[in-house]
């Protein structure tokens, strides 16, 4: 579930910014494509537009989730626990 959060909620934040800065420069009725417009209404925009900066928020975000394990998490190493010498053994 924390995984799940930490990848879902900042991807969430992103789209909601990119959504709204990619629309505040565009209007949805002028975007065409071949001269057909490409969306039907500004509603459909609007959502295509946030689900597809959602996804690649996710994207980014699994990334930076990937990167920042330890070498040992992603390979799953896992040294022989080191045993303390006695106390009545001499240190070298």
Same mark, same amino acid.
């Given at each position: 579930?924390?995984?799940?959060? *930490?990848?879902?909620? #900042?991807? $969430?934040?992103?789209?909601?910014? =990119?959504?709204? @800065? !990619? %629309?505040?420069?565009?209007?949805?009725?002028?975007?065409? *494509?071949?001269?057909? #417009?490409? $969306?039907?209404?500004?509603?459909? =925009?609007?959502? @295509? !537009? %946030?689900?597809?900066?959602?996804?690649?928020?996710?994207?980014?975000?699994?990334?930076?989730?990937?990167?920042?394990?330890?070498?040992?998490?992603?390979?799953? %190493?896992?040294?022989?626990?080191?045993?303390?010498?006695?106390?009545?053994?001499?240190?070298?």
């Amino acid at each position: 579930m924390k995984k799940g959060i *930490l990848l879902l909620w #900042p991807s $969430f934040m992103i789209a909601m910014i =990119a959504t709204a @800065v !990619f %629309f505040s420069i565009f209007e949805p009725a002028e975007l065409k *494509l071949h001269g057909n #417009p490409l $969306f039907a209404d500004k509603l459909s =925009a609007y959502s @295509v !537009f %946030f689900l597809v900066s959602w996804a690649f928020g996710a994207l980014n975000t699994s990334i930076v989730l990937l990167l920042e394990k330890s070498a040992r998490d992603i390979n799953g %190493f896992t040294p022989p626990p080191v045993e303390a010498p006695d106390e009545d053994t001499p240190l070298p």
